[in-house]
């Protein structure tokens, strides 16, 4: 149980954000309702609209505001066609991560139903890892530029940072929560048969602190094999290390394995500070103000964020209504269903209501 209510800034966002996000934070107010957890919101209108109209991403003074008002922050997605260069998105969602420091993207892949996974004959016992994503660096670092822009003979040079102290915390924290999990592997993921000087950097240091954990078995892959891996035989996986770019290309196939990006929740996270909660998936323009986009993600991402504000009871009620939904077919039409976003979350509360009455 949280001792005491804990803040959480709430940004919607783009697109389907807004409409997952009702769901996921009418759900932890139930939870607030019922018992237990307390929690005080706060919500932002950081988003495309807001930039079109006043020119404002990330408002000046916002990371320190977040920082020293908010326990975690809940976040939808960012993304609008009518935003070609993605600055707002940049500025938000890449300015929180690099900004707050949140250089965990904690990433379960976790099947919750058998007949969600489109692959055949695996079961949620085959389907089960998690992947820690460097999330301050690597191909996300910004450096790169143009020289000729717009002639034949232009030049574009798109730069990867590899900081040893930033490769070193993130393979820390994979081998931490092995063990604290009993997860018996950490599979750290590369491209090192190619990028000699990045990719020799994570050799090293995997090595070095694998060593440092000799109850854990240190594996290592190229990112390709790996993503060949994933599909032929999931249940290799405990834990998967890797950089920004490939964690998350792999979470987007960890998504697919569970169902759809509907299902995939995901937490930026620095341990004991203001982290960012946000499902995995976007703003998927196509399905935005239809109310029929798949609010299971979002709502796992809060209870991604329960567990973290030290609530794993409330964290796991959450999960098993979410399992019971799907029991019951109660689903949007991405997992065959018939349902809208609003049912789908409706459905859910019921049953944390039902169990929350036992
Ligand atoms: P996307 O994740 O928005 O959607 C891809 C497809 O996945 C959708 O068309 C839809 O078929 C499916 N999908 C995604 N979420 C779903 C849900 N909740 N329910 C049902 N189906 C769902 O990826 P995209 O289309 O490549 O990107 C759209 C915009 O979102 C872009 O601007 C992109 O940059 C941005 N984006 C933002 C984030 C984020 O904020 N964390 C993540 C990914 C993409
Ligand atoms: C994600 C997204 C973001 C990323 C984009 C929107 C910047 O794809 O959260 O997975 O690349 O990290
Ligand atoms: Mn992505």
Redesign the pocket.
């Known amino acids: 149980m949280i001792e005491k209510a804990k803040r959480i800034a709430v940004i919607p966002?783009?697109?389907?954000?807004p409409e997952?996000v009702a769901e996921a934070v009418q759900t932890l107010e139930l939870l607030c309702d019922t018992g237990g957890v307390q929690l005080q919101f706060e919500h932002f209108d950081w988003s495309a609209d807001r930039y079109l109209r006043d020119g404002t991403s990330l408002p000046d003074g916002a990371l320190k505001m977040l920082a020293e008002n908010f326990d975690a922050i809940l976040?939808?997605?960012?993304?609008?066609?009518r935003v070609a260069s993605?600055q707002h998105?940049e500025d938000i969602?890449l300015g929180m991560r690099r900004g707050l420091d949140l250089y965990i993207n904690l990433r379960p892949v976790r099947l919750f139903h058998n007949s969600l996974t489109p692959l055949r004959n695996r079961t949620i016992e085959d389907i089960d890892f998690v992947v820690f994503r460097e999330n301050t660096e690597g191909a996300y670092c910004g450096a790169g530029g143009f020289l000729r822009k717009g002639t034949e003979s232009e030049i574009a040079t798109q730069e990867e940072l590899n900081t040893r102290a930033g490769v070193e915390r993130i393979i820390v924290a994979a081998f931490e929560y092995a063990r604290l999990n009993k997860r018996s592997s950490v599979t750290m993921a590369d491209k090192s048969n190619v990028q000699r000087f990045g990719g020799d950097l994570w050799q090293r240091v995997f090595k070095e602190v694998a060593a440092r954990y000799s109850d854990i078995e240190a594996r290592h892959q190229y990112v390709d094999a790996m993503c060949l891996f994933m599909i032929l035989d999931p249940a290799q996986y405990d834990v998967i290390v890797t950089n920004n770019l490939f964690g998350d290309i792999l979470t987007?196939l960890g998504a697919a394995l569970q169902g759809?990006?509907?299902m995939a929740a995901s937490g930026n996270i620095h341990p004991g500070r203001t982290s960012l909660f946000?499902?995995?998936?976007?703003?998927?323009?196509?399905?935005a103000g239809k109310n029929?986009?798949?609010?299971i993600?979002?709502i796992l991402t809060s209870a991604m964020m329960l567990e973290y504000l030290g609530d794993g009871r409330a964290s796991r009620l959450i999960e098993d209504a979410v399992r019971y939904a799907l029991e019951q077919g109660q689903t949007?039409s991405?997992l065959g269903g018939s349902l809208s976003t609003a049912d789908v979350g409706g459905c859910i509360r019921d049953r944390i209501s039902q169990m929350a009455n036992k």
């Open positions: 966002g783009d697109g389907i954000g997952v976040a939808g997605a960012f993304g609008d066609p993605n998105a969602l987007d759809g990006l509907g946000e499902p995995v998936h976007g703003s998927a323009p196509p399905l029929i986009a798949n609010p993600g979002a949007t991405d």
